[in-house]
T-cell receptor, first 112, second 111 residues
């Protein structure tokens, strides 16, 4: 049982490049989330998926797209990376409506 | 939407002392309040949580209290140890949305 896994662990992009951050969970959770973490800003919600086939915007969705590929996988795409997207990105999944939420180890992204 | 305020942003204590971190939330419909610990270079880890029908919950040296009327909840760590040094986040959840986090508290425990 690996929990929540994320790939890659580190990535450096040039401005304007695109990339997809991958996330998978093996806990059979319905809900999955993408957060970004910046110094002094805490964890801010980018997008979430309450169940397979649905996605919703969070606090900071601009510049990102998501895909809930199946129950296990939830990907985050940057179509045209900008330096302001330099951050640490965390994926999470949640058991049920009021259950516990578990985080992956994070992807450290730098955009130059 | 929900807004969570967390204080203090930094906290330094001596080993063996107690540490208290406080959070307030804005949405009276929120009904689940977890606390996470994040060590350097790692993802946040759930350490304790409380639901709105409970006023206090304890797990060994850590405890959480909830005051629904005042819309605030607190994390209490007793007999602190150097390995308690980390960033702690509170969060609030209301049905149909997602966990919203406070900005975090950096706890330093010196021996």
């Amino acid at each position: 049982n690996a929990g929540v896994t994320q790939t890659p662990k580190f990535q450096v992009l040039k401005t304007g490049q695109s990339m997809t951050l991958q996330c998978a969970q093996d806990m059979n959770h319905n809900s999955m989330y993408w957060y970004r973490q910046d110094p002094g800003m805490g964890l801010r919600l980018i997008y979430y998926s309450a169940s397979e086939g649905t996605t919703d915007k969070g606090e900071v969705p601009n510049g990102y797209n998501v895909s809930r590929l199946n129950k296990r996988e939830f990907s985050l795409r940057l179509e045209s990376a900008a330096p302001s997207q330099t951050s640490v990105y965390f994926c999470a999944s949640r058991e049920g409506q009021q259950g516990k939420q578990y985080f992956g180890p994070g992807t450290r992204l730098t955009v130059t | 939407g929900e807004n969570v305020e967390q204080h203090p942003s930094t906290l330094s204590v001596q080993e063996g002392d107690s540490a208290v971190i406080k959070c307030t939330y804005s949405d009276s419909a929120s009904n689940y309040f977890p606390w996470y610990k994040q060590e350097l270079g790692k993802g946040p880890q759930l350490i304790i949580d409380i639901r709105s029908n409970v006023g206090e919950k304890k797990d060994q040296r850590i405890a959480v209290t909830l005051n629904k009327t005042a819309k605030h909840f607190s994390l209490h760590i007793t007999e602190t140890q150097p390995e308690d040094s980390a960033v702690y986040f509170c969060a609030a959840f209301s049905a149909g949305t997602a966990l919203i986090f406070g900005k975090g508290t950096t706890l330093s425990v010196s021996s």
